[in-house]
């Protein structure tokens, strides 16, 4: 079975600093890593995915993740923050079953002005 | 654009209620799911359907039972609605070889 810890559940950090949001998951096959973000009062989006090949990817507004096998993490990075990242974001795995993701508990990113 | 509906945004119910939850997907995807979020609990799998007529328990289907008479259209219910049923209802849909699932905005259900 899988599961998805994101081990800080608030991050709060300033406008243009950068921020790292963690992400460590467990199972025993191999998987397929997402971040979902929710705006306030809104439903969950895809934010990125790794599926295969560059352990690296991005998104379109600047985050980016790395997946690292050997540390079973997927943790989220932006380097300058804006206002409009302010959300909940949400680590989560799936075991190459379209129809089973497992959700982290989420970490609400919040950027003081 | 993927288009998500629920039908209601907020709900609120009396202990021991039926209540019906209403999700809609325009893009013609195989998958709809039901999930409850709750802070510092991520997302739960209630029950998930790959097929009019078809469904599939998920993590925590206790409680409730789910209806797909057509492909666009996933039934929430909970049959006599409790007070630990409070929660935010999220449905989702996604084709049958994507991993990516789409939201619907939400229904916060209050149950006193």
């Known amino acids: 079975a899988q599961s998805v810890t994101q081990l800080d559940s608030q991050v709060p950090v300033f406008e243009e600093a950068p921020v790292e949001l963690r992400c460590n998951y467990s199972?025993?096959?191999?998987?397929?890593l997402f971040w979902y973000v929710q705006y306030p009062n809104q439903g969950l989006q895809l934010l990125l995915k790794?599926?295969?090949?560059?352990?690296l990817v991005e998104s379109i507004n600047g985050f980016e993740a790395e997946f690292n096998k050997s540390q079973t993490s997927f943790h989220l990075r932006k380097p300058s923050v804006h206002i409009s990242d302010t959300a909940e974001y949400f680590c989560a795995v799936s075991a190459a079953s379209y129809d089973k993701v497992i959700f982290g508990p989420g970490t609400s990113l919040s950027v003081i002005p | 654009d993927v288009k998500v509906t629920q039908s209601s945004r907020y709900l609120v119910k009396r202990t021991g209620e039926k209540v019906f939850l209403e999700c809609v997907q325009d893009?013609?995807?195989?998958?709809m799911f039901w999930y409850r979020q709750d802070p510092g609990l991520g997302l739960r799998l209630i029950y998930f359907s790959y097929d009019v007529k078809m469904k599939e328990k998920g993590d925590i289907p206790e409680g409730y039972s789910v209806s797909r008479e057509k492909k666009e259209r996933f039934s929430l219910i909970l049959e006599s609605a409790s007070t630990n049923q409070t929660s935010m209802y999220l449905c989702?849909?996604?084709?049958?070889?994507?991993?990516?699932?789409?939201f619907g905005p939400g229904t916060r259900l209050t149950v006193t």
């Open positions: 893009m013609d995807h195989e998958n």
């Open positions: 199972s025993s096959v191999s998987v397929y």
């Open positions: 989702a849909s996604s084709t049958s070889t994507s991993y990516e699932q789409y």
């Open positions: 790794y599926l295969s090949g560059s352990t």
